[in-house]
């Protein structure tokens, strides 16, 4: 016999499975709605609980100075959402850069003429729209982002059904200016026609890139 964690009655468990914490699915559900209700922001699969979304958290230069040379971007180069300028800065040197920022009125997914490459941090919370429209406008897209969220089946599919394929994943530790998310920080880089494998390796160089023991490519 075992009591419920919601309604506390004894109820008997079977002997095999996974061992039930609830008597029946209606306390399941109930213990989990509470659970939702007490988390302020809702955003229970996030590994990290206080982690809040936040659109605002520009790349600091280093961290963007390191990604662009480890990419080598080159041509005509977009950054469609500059925020405060960091990867415009660091993307100079290497093409003819050009950006967009809503705050200053300029609507990336407004954006229609094509571009070599786009590089940038985009808001999060439209991490879909941005990555579909930046797929039909560019051959090379390299996204900042925590690397789950290139891995929901629609996501794989609307990268698949464009064309492109993910050729390389640039992974380094978040900033101390970001707040801790849980996920895995990553640049990643999606081709137009790549058919081939994805290299996966740490971001080299870098106050923010720095290997550390036990953190290996592959
Ligand atoms: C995560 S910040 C990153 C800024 C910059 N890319 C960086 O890496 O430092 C995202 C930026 O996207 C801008 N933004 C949001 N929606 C946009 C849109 N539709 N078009 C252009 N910029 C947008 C926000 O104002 C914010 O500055």
Redesign the pocket.
């Known amino acids: 016999m075992t009591k419920c964690r919601w309604c506390k009655q004894p109820f008997t468990r079977h002997a095999q499975g996974r061992p039930r914490l609830y008597c029946k699915s209606s306390c399941r559900q109930r213990a989990f709605e509470r659970r939702l209700r007490r988390h302020p922001t809702g955003l229970r699969s996030q590994p990290t609980r206080g982690y809040v979304s936040n ?5 600091p230069p280093a961290l ?1 100075r390191a990604l662009v040379r480890a990419l080598q971007p080159s041509g005509t180069i977009l ?6 300028g ?2 415009v800065k660091a993307l100079r040197p290497y093409g003819q850069v050009s950006s ?4 200053r009125g ?4 407004a954006w229609t003429q094509r571009v070599d490459w786009i590089v ?4 999060w919370s ?1 991490f879909r729209a941005f990555l579909a429209h930046s797929l039909q406008i560019a051959d090379r897209v390299a996204f ?1 982002s925590t690397l789950n969220h290139l891995w929901t089946r629609a996501r794989r599919q609307l990268v698949k059904d464009a064309g492109f394929g993910i050729e390389k994943i640039i992974e380094f530790d978040a900033p101390f200016t970001w707040q801790a998310t849980g996920f895995q920080l990553g640049l990643v880089l999606l081709t137009l026609g790549h058919r081939g494998g994805c290299s996966v390796e740490p971001l080299a160089h870098g106050p923010h890139g720095r290997r550390r023991p036990g953190v290996a490519g592959s």
């Open positions: 659109d605002n958290v520009m790349t963007a950054e469609p959402c500059a925020g405060t960091n990867f967009c920022e809503i705050d300029a609507d990336f997914l940038t941090n985009p808001p439209q900042v």
